[in-house]
């Protein structure tokens, strides 16, 4: 057929009359060029997109067609002018698309490249009035590999392959690629104002996507990127800072999750550093969020680094913790068994300008300078496979041994083998058999091993080091909240309401860990059922140990600081995000600046570079006070303390008239008694929890005061109290009962609460919190 | 995007389908509207509605008769219609309510009107559809539009 150069033909796969009028509204208002005619093809009851297209483009002799989804609308009414200066500029482009990929992912998904695109979206652009002007001339466009089907336009007829794709997915990579291989160009135009909007709803049926993306794989194999080439891609594209030395590279990535992992390095390149929050939500998986999610830094965010040292990671996976130790420390050098995570941390820490990663067995590197910290973060239970020894676990400690400096410390995180989730029937972490480790992996036959508490200090030893320090990171070291130690283990099984997490599921659990806790603390069993340890290694004696830390990951990141204290009893709030926590930190400074002002008794902090230090106070908390009062029915004593905190709490701030009551301007369901909320606070401090409070010389000493509300209720105050009392002990709330009703917060509690949950959507990343809920369930 | 396999899709049709019977067998009755969005509102439908468009929409119409009933609205969205009729009603205002956002014709812009009162869509209703489409990226715009040729009848 003789094609018609001054013709358009807009060709539509129709299964939506509604849609597709729609569709033509748009099309019947766009400028026609001079000299041009249009025509408009729908194609009805296509057996798929490619034979509908066909079958258009068969019955057309316009050389200039335009594939479009019904369900896509032109805005730019000059459309056809750029569309046309595009195709002329150029013989050699043969398609046009509105989003496109320049790098088509190696797993052939577009979703999963990097895309260009001028269509009009929320995360493309906010502009109105598309039609504003026609500019004719050249436009810059870009080169691509690949575009989405719901714009297409061509200058030559190329026949879809409807042979092999017989669905609604691929059609459009599959084109892209005939097109390619006809050895014509595919670009995106980089206009800076949108062609169309594509309203396919957000949610796609998949469910032939994965059917037909195999047959894409398989017909273009020798087309598409491998995921060596995209890795190549990024690192081209983003121009990392640091060094990636492959000198020892075996080429060849001994261990590996599989393909899952060049997804999550996608995510790493096209996201800013460390923001990975909507990236994790939006691709939501196991391997996702673990390795991107900022709790993974909790397992060191609190250790106290020397600023001025060298740090030596073994093992850094994909930089779960790489640019952490980067902000603290002098320099750091990571070794890693795979370039393709290598690769992750590189492009994770593109910016960092102390960092130098090497790919490759630790056993073969030659270090050239020795180190002040080495880490061994869920590394050391590899040596059966990775050491070539007749007792790995030792020679692979005292070679790292070697590398450190007089006084360096090593930091070993491992699962214990006796930990309690693997007694109430959890997975193996790395056999995912359950009871495995617990019999010494005779199940399994694994070569995988991790250790009892008692073995792994006896390895320490055995590898030459002279002082070991054991912490317990909880509910495992992967995803730690609260860090225990030898000298500070719980006092209870709460753990600071601590909740232990199950991957891939629980179907193996048959107790419920939880509960259990309690009487294994109670009996001293803690260290030898704590599901994860992290020992510290050195030759010198430590002088002070951080003995307990608690980190409050799941805020937003500028409320977000930890809670340590150090051996001597000191108490210090630090920043975890090496800087986005610090104005926080400075507001408790001054929130103690104001309750001493009022006369309540403060225990003042010292404001340091990254945290505050508060002195140790040798006096019990309210906390445990009135747990020992409830324990010994001393009702009187425990209406006393409440009494006195009561009239902290008023003491701290002035009172404001009670139509000021902030909770009755936001809740229009809450009561308007005003009898109901005692008196109105102008500035109520409402951490003055039983934590954070200590009996000294017969007198109440407040610390850790975060938050201050304005136009609060003071009974709001005492709701919060004895919510967190009740949630760190609920076997003891109901002893509190009496309380609850004396200051009026039984009647309120659900008001309160409503009132608290809003409180806490600005402080917490709800994000963060779905993610992590998600894998570690209430 | 983790790439869903045939089976985990078909899944996620079968829950789905399991939602929408028990809402089809709820609709038609008043005094059952608060249970239906207590169903809709619950883990199971939120996780599904980030695969299954049906039920996001569902979600989203389900919220806005909850807001028509604290509100008092005399006519709610879920009145005398089927699944089926909700879902074309919120993705055909969707797409009349882009008229506005990218200026048609004065005439097109009034059958956007003409469909709100035929189908007595309430203005809750109206402004819910225009917050809660991801494709409406002009939502102010759209939003004083429509009020215009609300206010344009009174």
């Known amino acids: ?778 | 995007m983790i790439i869903p396999t045939h089976e985990s899709v078909q899944k996620t049709r079968q829950q789905a389908s399991l939602i929408k019977d028990q809402v089809s067998k709820l609709l038609g009755q008043r005094s059952n509207y608060p249970e239906i969005i207590s169903l809709l509102a619950k883990d199971d439908a939120a996780s599904l509605s980030l695969s299954d468009q049906d039920i996001y929409i569902l979600r989203i119409i389900s919220e806005t008769v909850s807001l028509e009933m604290e509100n008092n609205t005399g006519y709610l969205l879920f009145d005398n219609r089927s699944i089926e009729e909700l879902i074309t009603l919120y993705k055909t205002l969707s797409l009349y309510l882009r008229r506005i956002e990218f200026d048609l014709p004065d005439d097109l812009k009034a059958e956007v009107l003409d469909y709100i009162l035929k189908e007595k869509i309430s203005v809750i209703a109206v402004v819910s559809v225009i917050q809660n489409n991801m494709s409406i990226v002009d939502k102010d715009k759209v939003t004083d539009g429509i009020m215009n040729l609300l206010e344009s009848i009174l």
């Not at chain 1, 709460?494 to 806790?517: G, T």
């Open chain 1, 1 to 778: 057929m003789t094609l018609n150069s001054k013709k358009i033909c807009f060709i539509t796969c129709v299964n939506n009359k509604l849609m597709f009028e729609e569709c033509k509204l748009y099309i019947n208002r766009l400028h026609i060029p001079e000299g041009y005619e249009i025509d408009v093809l729908s194609i009805e009851e296509a057996s798929s997109m490619a034979a509908g297209y066909n079958e258009g483009m068969n019955a057309s002799d316009a050389k200039y067609k335009v594939y479009l989804h019904q369900d896509t609308y032109l805005v730019d009414r000059y459309f056809l002018h750029e569309m046309l200066d595009i195709f002329k500029s150029d013989d050699d482009i043969g398609m046009i698309g509105s989003v496109g990929t320049v790098k088509l992912s190696s797993d052939g998904c577009m979703w999963n490249s990097d895309r260009i695109w001028c269509s009009y979206c929320p995360e493309v652009s906010n502009i109105s009035g598309c039609d504003e002007y026609y500019r004719p001339g050249t436009y810059e466009t870009e080169n691509v590999s690949a575009v989405d089907g719901h714009l297409i336009i061509t200058q030559y007829d190329i026949p879809w392959r409807d042979d092999i794709f017989h669905d609604f997915d691929f059609y459009d990579a599959s084109q892209s690629m005939e097109f390619t291989k006809a050895g014509y160009n595919i670009v995106v135009p980089r206009f800076d104002k949108p062609l169309c909007v594509h309203d396919d709803g957000m949610i796609l049926d998949l469910i032939n996507y994965d059917t037909n993306r195999r047959i894409f794989l398989n017909e273009y194999k020798d087309m598409i990127p491998t995921a060596s080439d995209m890795l190549s891609h990024y690192i081209e594209k983003l121009s990392p800072v640091p060094k990636l030395n492959l000198s020892y590279y075996a080429d060849d990535d001994v261990y590996s999750e599989g393909d899952i992992e060049n997804e999550v390095v996608g995510l790493i390149a096209n996201n800013e550093p460390e923001d990975y929050t909507d990236a994790i939500f939006d691709n939501f998986s196991w391997s996702s969020f673990y390795h991107l999610t900022p709790i993974r830094r909790n397992i060191l965010n609190w250790y106290p680094f020397d600023p001025d040292s060298d740090i030596l990671e073994i093992g850094c996976g994909l930089g779960a913790i790489t640019g952490m130790l980067c902000d603290i420390a002098k320099s750091v050098t990571c070794v890693e068994l795979s370039k393709r995570r290598a690769t992750g941390a590189l492009l994770r820490c593109r910016h960092k300008t102390n960092l130098e990663i090497i790919v490759g067995n630790l056993n073969d590197i030659r270090f050239e300078k020795k180190f002040d910290y080495i880490t061994l973060i869920g590394v050391l239970e590899y040596q059966g496979t990775c050491t070539d020894s007749d007792d790995p676990y030792t020679d692979f400690l005292k070679k790292i041994r070697s590398l450190l400096k007089p006084g360096g410390k090593l930091l070993i995180a491992i699962e214990n083998r006796f930990g309690l989730k693997y007694w109430v029937g959890a997975h193996e972490d790395h056999t995912g058999v359950p009871f495995d480790g617990i019999n010494d992996y005779s199940l399994s036959k694994s070569a995988i091993r991790t250790f009892s508490h008692r073995d792994l200090k006896e390895l320490v030893k055995a590898s030459g080091f002279k002082h070991s320090y054991f912490y317990y990171p909880m509910p495992d070291y992967k995803l730690p909240k609260v860090i225990y130690s030898q000298d500070q283990t719980p006092e209870d099984g709460n753990m600071h309401n601590m909740r232990p997490y199950y991957i891939p599921d629980a179907k193996s659990v048959i107790a419920n860990e939880a509960a259990l806790w309690h009487d294994i603390v109670k009996n001293g069993s803690f260290s030898f059922f704590a599901n994860s340890f992290l020992v510290e290694c050195s030759d010198t004696p430590v002088n002070e140990h951080v003995t307990f830390a608690v980190m409050n990951t799941e805020r937003q990141k500028k409320y977000g600081v930890g809670t340590r204290t150090l051996s001597g009893g000191k108490v210090e709030k630090f920043d975890l995000y090496t800087g986005s926590g610090l104005s926080h930190l400075d507001t408790i400074i001054k929130n103690e600046e104001k309750l001493l002002a009022n006369g309540v008794c403060v225990l003042p902090g010292k404001r340091g570079d990254r945290s505050i230090s508060y002195d140790f106070i040798n006096a019990p908390s309210l906390d445990s006070m009135v747990v020992d009062m409830i324990i010994n029915n001393d009702a009187s004593g425990i209406e006393d303390i409440f009494d006195r905190i009561y009239k902290d709490i008023l003491k701290a701030s002035s009172v404001v008239p009670a139509e000021n009551n902030a909770i009755l301007k936001l809740d229009k369901d809450a009561p308007t008694d005003p009898d109901l909320y005692g008196p109105i606070l102008e500035n109520a401090f409402i951490d003055m929890i039983l934590r954070n409070a200590f009996m000294t010389d017969n007198k109440i000493t407040w610390i850790d005061q975060e938050w201050t509300l304005e136009n609060m209720p003071a009974n709001y105050v005492m709701f919060r109290l004895l919510k967190e009392f009740g949630l760190s002990h609920r076997r003891l709330n109901d002893d509190l009962r009496f309380i609850y009703e004396k200051f009026g917060v039984l009647s309120m509690f659900d008001v309160y609460n409503r009132f608290e949950r809003s409180f806490l959507q600005t402080v917490l990343d709800e994000k963060l919190l779905a993610e992590y809920n998600a894998f570690v369930p209430e």
